[in-house]
């Protein structure tokens, strides 16, 4: 199937990153565990996600080792221009696997607007997957997050995360399971 050779290329990619987590005592390439991470979420928020939601999700981190945050100035202004350029990265190396794949120009556009969030707030599918960014971070990398920075600064982010998301992504992320200090962090954002 098409979908699985997609999946396989954005997979095979990312097994290159040398930044490597270990989960439950195993080390795994970082990106290769954040797009598997993704894909499982996703089908946890929705049973049948459309073929652009599956690639875009799997492929929303696509190599993005390549562009380290440290090469940009360590302020708002040049975190958000990193963020900038790794969505315009993801989505112009997305798109030129779907071209080696697919002739569906539509769907090389959707895959594309949806990892560069195009239409934030005003597209379902860009919505949903920004839901599942959510999701996955509070699940697998909030805690240690919060460990490394400020309780205010944490409470920040939550509530910005939180701004992003919808009700149900919000009825997911109250269902995850949080340590006690965590959840105490995540119910002062949303006071």
């Known amino acids: 199937m098409m979908i699985d050779k997609i999946i396989q290329k954005i997979d095979a990619i990312n097994a290159q990153d040398p930044n490597v987590e270990t989960f439950e005592g195993k080390e795994y390439p970082k990106e290769l565990i ?9 089908n946890e928020y929705d049973h ?10 799997r492929g929303q ?3 993005r080792w390549t562009i380290p945050r440290s090469e940009y100035p360590m302020d708002r202004k040049g975190y958000l221009r990193w963020r900038t350029d790794l969505k315009l990265f993801h989505g112009k190396l997305l798109s030129e696997i779907l071209e080696e794949e697919v002739t569906d120009a539509n769907l090389i556009e959707n895959v ?13 599918e860009t919505q949903q997957l920004e839901d599942v960014v959510c999701l996955v971070f509070l699940k697998y990398y909030f805690s240690d997050f919060a460990e490394t920075h400020e309780e ?3 409470i ?23 340590s006690k200090k965590d959840l105490s962090l995540i119910e002062k954002a949303l006071k």
Not at 34 to 42: F, I, P, V
Not at 48 to 57: D, E, H, K, M, N
Not at 112 to 124: G, H, P
């Open 34 to 42: 954040y797009g598997q991470r993704m894909t499982e979420m996703l």
């Open 48 to 57: 049948s996600p459309s073929v652009s939601l599956q690639i875009a999700a």
């Open 61 to 63: 981190h696509i190599k």
């Open 112 to 124: 594309n607007d949806l990892v560069t969030k195009k239409r934030l707030k005003n597209d379902l």
């Open 152 to 154: 205010k600064k944490v």
């Open 156 to 178: 920040s982010i939550v509530t910005k995360t939180w701004a992003k998301m919808t009700e149900k992504g919000h009825k997911m992320a109250l269902a995850l399971d949080y």
